[in-house]
């Protein structure tokens, strides 16, 4: 690989993005503009903001690694991605979370929960459990580029980490989430471009849609014993009914990330960033667009580079990446792939794991500050977004030491947990603002905090993939995990902990004071 080119389209890049930092820089005047874009973002700029901070490095990296060795099942996911994640998401949520954001005069996720509740508890609680949580999502998010960056320029992993860190730390800090939305749109594009020619040079060199696919569909006596064992039962086929694979596929990757988008805090803020529902409805088309190309693609690929690896090598794509699932498609790109496509393709990378890191970062840093600082020390003189800005600068340090010391093949596992722990502390309290009248404070705090609670302690005693590196059980019980039978050591605990949330909300509020109608009548002030 030539070394002087691939920096030179490197650095372009990265001028090109620091321009549109600039931009959101110069444009940023208030804090309701570094917080939420003046609320005057075009849809188009949303729509892929949205997508491309929903898609980060862990969907490609990551999932594509898991397609890689599990097969096409995981298009599954998204299909639910584009139903849940664009359609409810942007017609059921979106149209009420932007008009009640306006009339709350809500500027963040945390914000508009205590505003909808007359509660600063409730907005404090819900900034501790983002800053907690997210950065375990952000440290993946970082892993799945920095290995890319590791495996193309052969420098060390921990280099590769700073690295990728301080160029987006340069941008999110000075342009707030103008500069982020800004550079969402030409980050989304270039992802956009470069799964639609990977997928179509994919096939071209596997000899066509239908060639391609029979012949991976043949491959299914290849499957090693252990995977047969599991439930695999070929590239294109979907697991045995019931096996273990069958319940990490549904429970963990389809069901866990295909409900936790609806209640993620970096995206629901995009609805709080257009002026109408006009903008709403034009985005949405655009989204799921975006969606299935970035991830469906993307999930074929990885299927179809076993095809790929056995003709060339005669090896599995899981062998080739050595056991390192997070390795399969960068060893795919720099196998099969023509160099000048590699050094788009990095760019697509460096584009999936900017914009959604941009986006986290942004969302930690408005937690510590807006929703934690500014409550904490009501009587502060300081400036809302020079807040803002220390708390990202303190998110993305944590980032960066939890994604020193994370395992390998971590990078779609750990995206998994973040969204099962969204939905578990927050789904049903942001549902409950938006549609139920009834839902009261108290059941509120209850509710985030069972879902909270509960998904800890399935994740540190039960769920075997978090609770055996853990050793939290080992050293408290004198064994691995509490619950041996199979399956509930597979089972996401999000299939577990947002019932209980969604028991407890409901439970609570109906044993507890009603919010005031006053209230209720300003937050759903035009909401038919």
């Not at 709350?104 to 996720?109: N, P, Y």
Request: glycine share 10%; hydrophobic share 55%.
């Amino acid at each position: 690989m030539n070394t002087y080119t691939l920096g030179l389209v490197v650095i372009t890049y990265l001028l090109v993005i620091a321009y549109l930092g600039y931009v959101g820089f110069k444009k940023t005047k208030t804090a309701k503009d570094y917080l939420l874009g003046g609320r005057e973002i075009h849809p188009f700029v949303m729509a892929i903001s949205y997508g491309a901070t929903f898609i980060s490095t862990s969907a490609i990296i990551g999932f594509g690694g898991i397609a890689g060795v599990y097969g096409m099942g995981l298009i599954w996911l998204t299909v639910l991605n584009i139903l849940i994640g664009v359609l409810i998401a942007f017609v059921f949520f979106g149209r009420r979370t932007r008009k009640m954001g306006h009339n709350l005069d809500a500027h963040t996720f945390p914000e508009f929960l205590g505003s909808r509740f007359q509660s600063k508890g409730i907005q404090m609680l819900s900034g501790a459990i983002i800053f907690i949580a997210m950065p375990l999502y952000a440290a993946v998010v970082l892993i799945g580029g920095a290995r890319f960056i590791e495996s193309i320029f052969e420098i060390d992993f921990g280099m590769a980490l700073t690295f990728f860190s301080l160029i987006i730390a340069a941008y999110v800090i000075a342009g707030g989430l103008k500069g982020v939305m800004y550079t969402d749109a030409l980050q989304g594009g270039v992802m956009f471009l470069s799964l639609f020619f990977l997928l179509f040079m994919t096939y071209l060199k596997l000899g066509g849609v239908s060639g391609a696919h029979e012949a991976l569909t043949n491959m299914a006596k290849l499957v090693p014993v252990e995977l047969q064992g599991k439930g695999h039962q070929g590239w294109t086929a979907f697991p045995r009914l019931g096996s273990a694979w069958w319940w990490v596929l549904t429970t963990n990757i389809i069901f866990g990330v295909g409900i936790g988008v609806l209640a993620q805090p970096q995206l629901v803020v995009r609805f709080m960033t257009v002026k109408s529902n006009r903008e709403l409805n034009r985005a949405v088309l655009i989204g799921g667009i975006f969606i299935f190309v970035v991830t469906g693609f993307i999930y074929t690929v990885g299927a179809l580079s076993n095809l790929y690896f056995y003709q060339e090598t005669g090896k599995l794509a899981i062998e080739v990446a050595q056991g390192n699932v997070d390795l399969v498609i960068p060893e795919y790109l720099n196998a099969a792939m023509p160099e000048w496509f590699v050094y788009l393709f990095m760019l697509a990378l460096l584009s999936a794991g900017m914009s959604t890191l941009s986006s986290q970062f942004h969302t930690m840093g408005t937690s510590i500050g807006r929703d934690l600082f500014e409550n904490l020390f009501p009587d502060t003189q300081m400036n809302s977004m020079l807040i803002a800005r220390v708390g990202i600068v303190v998110a993305i340090v944590v980032s960066i030491i939890i994604g020193y010391h994370l395992p390998i093949g971590i990078v779609a596992r750990g995206t998994a947990i973040f969204f099962g722990i969204c939905a578990a502390a927050f789904l049903p309290a942001y549902f409950g603002g938006l549609y139920w009248r009834r839902t009261t404070r108290t059941g509120v705090v209850w509710s985030m905090l069972a879902g909270m609670l509960v998904s800890a302690f399935l994740l540190a005693f039960v769920h075997q993939k978090e609770a055996v590196p853990l050793g939290i059980c080992q050293a408290l019980f004198g064994k691995e995990i509490l619950v041996n039978e199979f399956p509930w050591m597979i089972i996401d605990p999000l299939l577990i902990a947002l019932p209980i949330s969604i028991l407890v909300l409901v439970g609570v509020s109906l044993l507890t004071p009603k919010i005031d109608s006053k209230h209720l009548d300003v937050c759903l002030k035009g909401i038919h």
